[in-house]
């Protein structure tokens, strides 16, 4: 046997610089600060001006604390929408903004005093907002470069922050705008109140807890019925989970659908008593109060209490409590489901008493104050509290304590468990307490309020709208994604109340308005207005004192005859004005009014989204968007909500120091972020495998792409049909990806990327063609035809990537053109023209054919009768497609036969010492086939 010679020289193998491990922790800061000095963001202003805008609003994340996992998504959600907007060829500028007032800032200024054990209230006012605003100011800063380390491409120089004095000139402008329109009341209503921090609290900024609390059945003596004077000495029952409500009873609700009882039972004490509770609760009341039996003395229908009376158990007190509790109608609310169906009215602290109150001319009487103690010169519990304390709730506690005094208690435990709100910032219960507020009423008629849809315009004349209805047809205009979204924030919009305007903090653009003391009016003057606005443009929320009043209401008003309000406006407010400051004000020159897109999770159906929504159509008729888009939350990977307390959080900050910020982006790309999805370590490493396979698409189209000219390039017509389908697949995965582009749709645009990488290129066209690459002479017909198909793909990938794996694909363009600028100015890549739906049958069936090969072949390769595909024989049947199947299936030969089944065997083929294939040409393993020995002799006449 003659020596062989060592062909591997002569292979051309793929040569690239391009590292197959990424490396991504060391290597992305570099890329980030490459872009920062070139200033990739104004190049690509530059490189789009004219062109058609899409405006993707920024929602301001709350300035406070390092960014969290649910920040990495939302902002990774935004960065890709305009991304692949910019890459469309679309003008799609991108603001980022931060909510900078509120409580949540000052509250933990506050905190820094209460480590201090120093009281805020003492501080100056200019003084504690100056903290603030330097807590804020650091916070964004802290951010500011978290966000862009994860590759977002904004104008990060220039955000928008809501305590920016020309932002607050701004939303002082939008609320006199209300105030103008008579779009703003003063009354007192209960709210949601926390006395912990306070101040009333939107619905946004509370959540809801499994508690236990204290339940107790009170008798409340019946004086006056009269129609039914047979209950005169009865005692009705009300049942209720907040004991430190009775002390504010001004009433008793029934209901008038409801059978009541009345009964004579023997109480716990073993007193025997008349009760009147309601028939479907007898038995639970009875062993509430530890009764044996009851006798039926009468039925009560709910009509006979019309008109009747009874006495607070307190009477004895004199003053406010010994005033008669008159008996209302209350059948909208009242139920028997639980208690007694008889409810107690504390107009103070629940929506329905209020306004059940109210419709008889009973007012509330404040007589808890702002940090849950009764007022000091109240009859009963005078200066004690906090009412929210369990303690004082308890049965031992001094309510229940002093109603069993006074006869009046009859049952009391600790064992009811139920939902309760809580504020999300301080964790502490929250309660329902009538205050003096300002409002934006939802359902008050003005002419002021114009609908932008001219199919309104002859309804408006006929029935001027309200701000509900506004907000309805807004939202019916409006597209949600997921459609979900819709019925969501419509609910909402439908059954809230009144927007709650004020708070009782010093953190906040103030209230700007001057009520006078004897009519109790705002004052509504335009010129008072200029100046007020103009003070605050100049120097911000401190402009609003009491020392400038007069310099605002100037000759024609004394200061001294009007009350400046002191309260400042609900933080969401400010963050619904952001669509004015932002996309009107001229400052961002690129935005524009209305915005295409508003993206956030989905609790800001109740916060952004909504605020949004009433501030625009208050003022403007529609909504600042045209699209909502919201995402679901992050769990962690059982699913379970992540919590500090749990340890099972996952810090984007420490994923990008060990794994790299495409990464997370690839993670956030890939689930379906309109549902609740998750992370974890096993996840991220799925991701990573993801990610490695992507890595190694590119890294063998850069090395196969080696030395690639354009005189190697051919056109589509005379390539082989395996070019020309691979072209047709890929103009099907660019529709594909428009599409996930208009739907939003990330998760079907990564996968479908992905697996045409994986599925259509690594695992079958690179599969197939490596022989004609590393084989076939550089001037042969097909190579050039593949070499020209893999530069069609690199220029067309690399782009679909560069808005998913932002840092990637920079390095993977910069290693193949170093002086080609950046991937991110490239606009959406021109294919050739291929839609033909008979090749891409012909080849799916040729495709299905090789996928049984492949499987056929394994058994014998895992037995090692076969070292690989190149030397097996495949049998295939007759009616196969016409094709060179032993190049598709990368075999030595196929033979058709008779029957659908596929046979496979080891072949008696010699090996080609270089392309390694079997052939019948090759006499001696080793030697070389025909194709082989003229490249070679080629290369050895050139050397």
């Known amino acids: 046997m003659t020596e062989q010679r060592d062909y591997r020289s002569t292979v051309f193998l793929p040569k690239t610089e391009f590292p197959m491990k990424a490396g991504l922790p060391q290597k992305e800061p570099g890329i980030l600060a490459r872009w920062q000095e070139q ?71 506050e905190e820094q005093y209460r480590k201090k054990k120093l009281d805020k209230d003492q501080v100056d006012p200019v003084e504690f907002r100056a903290e603030c605003r330097a807590y804020a100011q650091h916070w964004v800063d802290v951010q500011r470069e978290q966000l862009k380390r994860l590759g977002i491409n904004g104008d990060w120089d220039n955000p928008y922050l809501t305590m920016d004095f020309q932002a607050e000139a701004t939303i002082v402008t939008e609320l006199l705008k209300f105030a103008e329109t008579g779009q703003l009341y003063r009354g007192a209503k209960p709210v949601m109140w926390s006395p912990v921090e306070k101040t009333a609290l939107a619905e946004a900024e509370v959540e809801y807890e499994d508690i236990v609390s204290t339940q107790i059945d009170v008798a409340f003596e019946i004086v006056t019925c009269p129609e039914a004077e047979e209950l005169v000495g009865a005692k009705a029952v009300i049942w209720t989970t907040t004991p430190w409500t009775i002390p504010s009873n001004q009433a008793i609700a029934y209901g008038a659908p409801v059978d009541y009882i009345l009964l ?42 019309a008109g009747a009376t009874a006495r607070h158990p307190m009477h004895a007190l004199g003053g406010f409590f010994a005033k008669p509790r008159p008996f209302l109608d209350g059948s909208d609310f009242v139920t028997t489901e639980s208690g007694t169906g008889l409810v107690h009215m504390a107009p103070d602290h629940g929506e329905d008493d209020f306004l059940l109150c109210k419709k008889h001319g009973i007012e509330p009487v404040f007589a808890v104050e702002g940090d849950g103690k009764f007022r000091a010169d109240w009859l009963w519990m005078g200066g004690q509290g906090s009412v929210i304390n369990p303690k004082f709730n308890a049965p031992d506690g001094p309510i229940c304590s002093d109603l069993r005094e006074a006869g009046g208690l009859l049952a009391a435990s600790t064992d009811y468990k139920h939902s309760y709100p809580h504020s999300w910032r301080s964790k502490a219960k929250i309660i329902f307490r009538c205050t003096p507020q300002w409002f934006v009423p939802m359902d008050r008629e003005s002419e002021h309020l114009v609908r932008q849809d001219e199919r309104y315009a002859l309804l408006d004349e006929v029935m001027p709208p309200t701000l509900r209805t506004v907000a309805k047809d807004a939202i019916a205009d409006t597209r949600f994604i997921p459609e979900k979204g819709r019925n969501r924030i419509g609910s909402m919009v439908e059954g809230r109340p009144d927007w709650v305007l004020s708070r009782q903090r010093a953190w906040g653009v103030p209230i700007t308005l001057f009520v006078d003391r004897k009519s109790g009016q705002y004052l509504n003057d335009p010129a008072v207005n200029s100046r007020i606005i103009a003070a605050v443009r100049e120097g911000g929320v401190d402009a609003w004192s009491d020392d400038r009043a007069q310099e605002y209401l100037g000759n024609d008003y004394a200061a001294a005859d009007y009350e400046r309000v002191a309260d400042i406006l609900d933080v969401w407010f400010d963050s ?114 993801q990610y490695r396979k992507l890595r190694n698409t590119f890294r063998y189209l850069l090395g196969a792409l080696e030395g690639f000219e354009e005189t190697e ?49 690594s695992a079958f066209f690179f599969d197939i063609r490596k022989d004609s690459l590393y084989c076939d002479a550089p001037a042969d017909a097909k190579r050039m035809a593949y070499r020209t198909v893999l530069d069609t793909l690199f220029h067309a990938l690399v782009r679909y ?49 090789r996928a049984q090969v492949l499987e056929a072949i394994e058994p014998l390769r895992r037995e090692k009768v076969l070292g690989s595909g190149l030397e097996a024989t495949v049998t295939v049947p007759a009616s196969a497609p016409d094709a060179d199947l032993a190049e598709l299936f990368i075999s030595a030969q196929v033979t058709r036969a008779q029957g659908d089944g596929v046979t496979v065997s080891r072949t008696s083929y010699h090996k080609c010492g270089r392309c390694w294939r079997h052939l019948p040409e090759v006499t001696e393993d080793g030697t070389l086939c025909a194709r082989c020995d003229d490249v070679v002799e080629g290369m050895d006449v050139s050397a």
């Open 801 to 849: 990537a560069a808005p998913v794996l932002v840092f990637t694909a920079e390095e993977v363009w910069l290693t193949r053109y170093p002086a080609g600028g950046s991937v991110h100015l490239l606009e959406w890549p021109e294919l050739p023209a291929s839609d033909d739906a008979a090749l891409a049958e012909r080849w799916a069936d040729l495709r299905a054919l």
């Open 576 to 689: 619904g004005s952001t669509h004015a400051f932002v996309l009107e004000s001229g400052r961002w020159p690129d935005l524009q009014w209305p915005a295409d897109l508003y993206l956030e999770g989905s609790d800001q159906h109740r916060g952004w989204f909504q605020s949004s929504l009433l501030e625009s159509c208050a003022t403007r008729g529609r909504a600042p968007y045209k699209t909502v888009l919201t995402h679901g939350f992050t769990m962690d990977q059982k699913g379970l909500k992540m919590s500090k307390s749990l340890g099972n959080t996952i810090d984007p900050l420490k994923v990008m120091e060990s794994n790299g910020a495409d990464i997370i982006r690839l993670w956030a790309l890939s689930v379906d972020y309109t549902e609740d999805h998750r992370i974890g370590d096993e996840i991220l490493k799925g991701v990573a495998d």
């Open 264 to 305: 004579r039972a023997t109480g716990a004490s073993g007193s025997e008593d008349r009760y009147v509770v309601a028939e479907p609760l007898i038995d639970a009341f009875l062993k509430r109060i530890g009764a044996d039996g009851f006798k039926m003395e009468m039925y009560v229908k709910g009509p006979l209490l």
């Open 39 to 109: 200033d990739i963001y104004a190049q690509t202003r530059a490189a789009r001006a004219g062109r058609e805008k899409f405006i993707l609003h920024d929602g301001p994340p709350y300035a406070n604390g390092d960014m969290h996992i649910g920040h990495a998504l939302n902002h990774i959600l935004k960065d890709m929408v305009v991304r692949t907007q910019t890459l469309l060829g679309k003008d799609a500028p991108y603001v980022p903004g931060w909510d900078c007032h509120g409580l949540p800032i000052e509250w933990k200024v």
């Open 713 to 761: 390039r051919v056109t589509p017509s005379v390539m082989p049909e395996l070019e020309r389908y691979v072209l047709a697949l890929l103009a099907r995965l660019d529709a594909t990806l428009k599409q996930a582009i208009a739907d939003f749709d990330f998760n079907t645009y990564v996968r479908s990327l992905t697996d045409f990488c994986n599925e259509d290129l």
